[in-house]
Structure formats: structure tokens, C-alpha cells
């Protein structure tokens, strides 16, 4: 079972900035992919960004290209998504994710993440 935490939400206005963190409990966190997710009041869950195991290979939605940055430090458990420039349209309830049989590119498809986290809210003020 993993256990994952988000935290760094918040109100931002639009051209700033936000880090989120996502905890994971569990002592194989080295070994999952993990991705991020988010879900804006009735649209469907979108993924958003995700890591592979090992740090070196990340992939982005085309929306948050060159704005966001995903990263993560195996040691700390932590996965982080570092966001600038925000704008409105990123306003929304965040989620981390862990895929945890994991191939050579992390994936983009939630169905493909075994463990989410509660969520974090960002709301970006225009």
C-alpha cells in the first residue's frame, strides 16, 4: 500500500508562481513512476506531467510545456511539480499519482497509476 500527501496549493495570481510536493510512504518509492494529474470543476481528470523511476525522463502536456517542471528526489520520497507563469485556465484540484509497475517511459494515462493522493487545490486569479 503507498500512501501519497499533496501540499503547496493555494490562490495565485495569474503570472506567478507554485510548487507542489507529493510525500509517498513506502520504501520502494525509487522504484515507481510518478505522474501528476488535475481535475477543474466538471471536466474529466487530465494528466499533467510525469517522472520515471530514475529522475531522467519526464513527459508534459502540451498545455503546461516550458511552464512546468516536474521533478524528484528519490531520498525524500517527495515528487515535486514547480509551476510558473500560471494562468486561469490551471486552476484547478491537483493529484499525484503512482504507477507502480512502471515501463521505460512514465505514462500519461490515468488508468495506468495504482495510488492517488487527495489533492491539492490551485486557483490562479486573473
Known amino acids: 500500500q503507498v500512501q501519497l500527501v499533496e501540499s503547496g496549493g493555494g490562490l495565485v495570481q495569474a503570472g506567478g508562481s507554485l510548487r507542489l510536493s507529493c510525500a509517498a510512504s513506502g520504501r520502494t518509492f525509487s522504484n515507481y513512476a510518478m505522474g501528476w494529474f488535475r481535475q477543474a470543476p466538471g471536466q474529466a481528470r487530465r494528466f499533467v506531467a510525469a517522472?520515471?523511476?530514475?529522475?531522467?525522463?519526464?513527459t508534459y502536456a502540451d498545455s503546461v510545456k516550458g511552464r512546468f517542471t516536474i521533478s524528484r528526489d528519490n531520498a525524500k520520497n517527495t515528487v515535486y511539480l514547480q509551476m510558473n507563469n500560471l494562468k486561469a485556465e490551471d486552476t484547478a484540484v491537483y493529484y499525484c499519482?503512482?504507477?507502480?509497475?512502471?515501463?521505460?517511459?512514465?505514462?500519461?494515462?490515468?488508468?495506468?497509476?495504482?495510488?492517488w493522493g487527495q489533492g491539492t487545490q490551485v486557483t490562479v486569479s486573473s
Open positions: 499519482a503512482v504507477d507502480s509497475n512502471p515501463g521505460m517511459v512514465p505514462p500519461t494515462s490515468s488508468y495506468q497509476y495504482d495510488y
Open positions: 517522472v520515471s523511476w530514475s529522475g531522467r525522463r519526464t
